[in-house]
Structure formats: structure tokens, C-alpha cells
């Protein structure tokens, strides 16, 4: 089924055909990073635009 939308695209469409691509696999590669970064990491980036500046330790 795919091979035969394939052989009947002309050249206009092969460029909407890539940009489906390139969203599609952006789309997984930031799924994939939601699901493994930490969650320490995303709350400690939801604070700093709280932080008064000051350092303060933290266990990272």
C-alpha cells in the first residue's frame, strides 16, 4: 500500500512527504525525552524562575 502512494508523488509532494518525517520523528525523539528525564530534573527547572538568586545546595 505504501509503495504505491509512494510511485505516484511528484516532486512538490516529496517535500511535504519529508516534512511529515522530520515532525514525526522530532515528535518521538521529545516523547522519548519526557519519559526518561527525571523528575527531580523538571522540578528543579520549574523553581528557578522563582529562585531569588541566592545558591542554594542541592542534591542533583
Request: aromatic share 10%.
Given at each position: 500500500m505504501f509503495d504505491q502512494f509512494v510511485k505516484d508523488v511528484s516532486g512538490e509532494q516529496m517535500y511535504l512527504i519529508f516534512s511529515l518525517w522530520i515532525f514525526l520523528v522530532f515528535f518521538v525523539v521529545v516523547s522519548i525525552l519526557?519519559?526518561?528525564?527525571?523528575?527531580?530534573?523538571?522540578?528543579r527547572m520549574s523553581d528557578l524562575p522563582l529562585e531569588d538568586g541566592t545558591l542554594e545546595p542541592t542534591n542533583l
Open positions: 519526557l519519559f526518561i528525564t527525571k523528575k527531580q530534573h523538571v522540578d
